[in-house]
């Protein structure tokens, strides 16, 4: 038997229609395309052992190695200790058609099948990419069932729908170690993701060693930056884990960290120090300057060898023409040069760097502010702006890559980034061969308000959601069972390094100054955090504030939030009892809560800004206990209760202390039924 989560899947078409049905669903991310349940199962024991033919280099021999360790840590079985009973018949065989590429390449054949029955598991891929998607979700499957760990039986034939399916991860504005980068690999590797997108300059760093330009790492950073070993460690690390590893320069804007090590590359002369604030930045690169050239060519070459990959991200984005105006020598280049304008210098600045890219064997990619006519249509256009520049680009002959929709940095519920679609929008739109054009997507880790402590939470597991909107099949759209099994795969991608449910509980505990973290963590469960728009607006961050508050600790979308606001809709169309006591019980919770968190936040400057919204917590708890009574007896509330109720809501549901209280919601479900009942 398949050992299934058993989920709440409430089903809305009309509100007469609504209905509470019980599914299964197996804990996939990304679901496969042709998944058949079958009678049976396979035991994971002592004796697992799995062999590989045809592609059986050190890349699959290291990712089974990777698939032994994990299965005995998940079970606590040894492994590798029991010989099999019969050796020729090992419980996973991984056959592949050919070894395929060594590196990690753009369209090769990712597909695979896998069979499980009570005799063993058979994992077959046309090359070695599609064996170590079928590992992971072998690894995906495995539960425990009632005689200890099993596999169910079960026929999957699978392939993605995007060849380009990536994570970009800027390291400039907050450093990241390379055990972040390594860790978030291995969690990338589980959700079959296959670009890893390494933002490495910006004008808050430059994070690579070059050995060219030495000033670049010295001067253009604060002592943080990949040595070229630590490079070539962590392009390895993700070949072996089927990741493509494309590097971005962001030039000619966002260039500030550049110019504090060599102000020569300015349109206005330095000096120049790196940034410490976030946006966008006055200072760019001069593109009329044969030196500017001569640089970029030097330095593209050295970065040519040390990123394999035949793509190569320019950036291109926010480039602030201020300068360029300003400039007389500038203005009168463009007039001379016969250019549009700005965006016309930018687009001459960028036919040159192709040409150097082509020259290392390099295709360019960039933002969509790259989009220009003179621009050849070689280069892939990597939409940010909104889903028309994606569709813009294909139309006009570009490949190109969805990131609009994907910012994992603005904190938006994994709900709203599973609904965006590449193909959907504008691209709807486009003729099948402009379609072909769009490769995928990306979502965006910006990093202006995480730290290495806080990123993994800030992209796991919503960037699992994402996975699957880039593999499988389009109509794949249920969001209930998207979340019941992100919840699952959730807690399986902490096991592969990253701890994006590690540091909730220690962060939580040091805000408290060392008394019991509970009204902290209940008031925490009751939030969700805020991203860089809002948070923007709250305060002025500059790099040197730490990202240790309340707002850093709390996760994006609060799961047991959610949870009750389908128990409340649930109890809304059923009045189960049991439902009722459920929702008194945590609304009960949040009202007495504030008398606990009051006397904690005394004389302790962290939790100060959290008062009011302890208070409203409280308030929200006290309501929602309020309508329950008036939903369950006979009395109606005064007139004018409900909207008093509506207008504390709206008040309530604003951003408090850098963050919101998603808390509201049930209590808004019950509130609106409770108006429902009274007209
Ligand atoms: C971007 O978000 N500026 C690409």
């Not at 079985?77 to 753009?106: N, Q, Y």
């Not at 943080?224 to 690390?237: G, L, N, S």
Request: some cysteine.
């Amino acid at each position: 038997m398949l050992r299934f989560i058993m989920l709440l899947t409430l089903l809305a078409g009309g509100r007469q229609t609504v209905w509470a049905s019980w599914v299964t669903i197996a804990p996939m991310m990304p679901w496969p395309v042709k998944v058949e349940s079958i009678p049976g199962s396979l035991a994971i024991d002592g004796s697992f052992t799995a062999v590989v033919t045809a592609c059986s280099d050190a890349r699959m021999e290291g990712a089974v190695a990777r698939l032994t360790a994990k299965i005995s840590r998940q079970t606590g079985i040894p492994m590798g200790l029991t010989k099999p009973a019969d050796a020729s018949r090992p419980t996973l065989r991984v056959e592949c058609a050919a070894a395929g590429p060594t590196l990690p390449t753009l369209g090769e054949d990712e597909s695979y099948t896998l069979d499980i029955s009570a005799d063993g598991a058979l994992l077959k891929a046309a090359n070695g990419a599609g064996a170590l998607h079928g590992l992971e979700t072998f690894l995906q499957l495995i539960a425990l069932g009632g005689d200890g760990y099993q596999v169910s039986a079960i026929h999957i034939q699978d392939k993605p729908r995007f060849p380009w399916r990536g994570l970009m991860l800027d390291v400039s504005r907050h450093w990241m170690p390379l055990a972040v980068v390594e860790r978030n690999l291995d969690a990338m590797a589980a959700v079959k993701l296959n670009v890893f997108h390494w933002h490495l300059s910006d004008d808050q760093g430059f994070r690579v060693e070059s050995k060219l330009y030495p000033k670049l790492q010295q001067q253009g950073s604060d002592g943080h930056y990949y040595t070229q070993t630590q490079i070539r460690e962590v392009v390895e690390y993700a070949r072996n884990r089927g990741i493509r590893v494309v590097p971005e320069f962001d030039i000619p804007g966002h260039t500030q960290s550049w110019l504090a090590a060599y102000p020569d590359l300015a349109s206005v002369p330095g000096p120049y120090t790196i940034g410490r604030t976030w946006g966008v930045y006055d200072p760019v690169m001069d593109p009329t300057l044969d030196a500017t050239y001569k640089f970029l060519d030097a330095f593209i070459g050295e970065m040519a060898q040390l990123f394999p990959d035949p793509f190569f991200h320019i950036g291109g984005d926010e480039v602030n023409p201020k300068q360029w105006n300003e400039s007389a020598r500038i203005k009168e280049f463009i007039r001379q040069h016969k250019l549009d304008g700005p965006h016309g210098l930018q687009a001459y600045f960028n036919q040159r760097i192709l040409k150097i890219l082509e020259k290392n064997r390099k295709t360019m990619i960039g933002w969509d502010e790259i989009l220009h006519p003179d621009l050849p249509t070689t280069a892939i256009i990597q939409s940010w702006r909104g889903p028309k520049f994606l569709s813009d680009a294909a139309a006009k002959g570009h490949r190109a890559i969805l990131s609009s929709g994907y910012y994992l940095d603005h904190l938006s519920p994994a709900s709203m980034h599973y609904a965006v679609d590449p193909l959907a929008g504008p691209a709807a739109d486009l003729t099948p061969q402009q379609m072909a054009l769009i490769l995928g997507g990306e979502a965006c880790m910006w990093a202006e308000y995480v730290s290495s402590e806080t990123v993994d939470s800030r992209i796991w597991p919503r960037m699992a959601v994402i996975a699957e909107r880039f593999w499988s099949p389009k109509e794949f759209t249920d969001v209930s069972g998207m979340y019941a099994r992100m919840e699952t795969v959730s807690r399986q991608l902490e096991w592969t390094g990253v701890e994006h449910r590690a540091n909730y509980g220690p962060m939580l505990d040091r805000l408290t100054g060392g008394q019991p973290a509970e009204p902290l963590r209940v008031l925490a469960d009751a939030s969700n955090g805020l991203g860089l728009g809002p948070r923007a607006r709250t305060r002025k961050y500059t790099s040197p504030i730490p990202l240790n508050r309340f707002a850093d600790a709390v996760r994006p979308e609060s799961e047991s939030v959610r949870l009750l606001e389908l128990a409340a809709t649930s109890y809304v169309l059923s009045h189960d009892a049991g439902q009722g006591a459920m929702l008194r019980e945590q609304f009960a919770r949040w009202a007495a809560n504030d008398a606990r968190f009051q006397p904690m936040s005394e004389g302790n400057a962290l939790l100060q800004e959290l008062k009011p919204l302890s208070k409203d917590l409280a308030e929200l708890g006290a309501m929602g206990l309020k309508i329950l009574d008036y939903l369950g007896g006979s009395q109606p509330p005064p007139p004018d209760w409900i909207a008093a109720q509506n207008q504390e809501l709206t008040r309530i549901q604003k951003p408090n202390a850098e963050v919101t209280l998603a808390a509201f919601r049930p209590v808004k479900v019950l509130l609106d039924e409770l108006a429902r009942k009274g007209r």
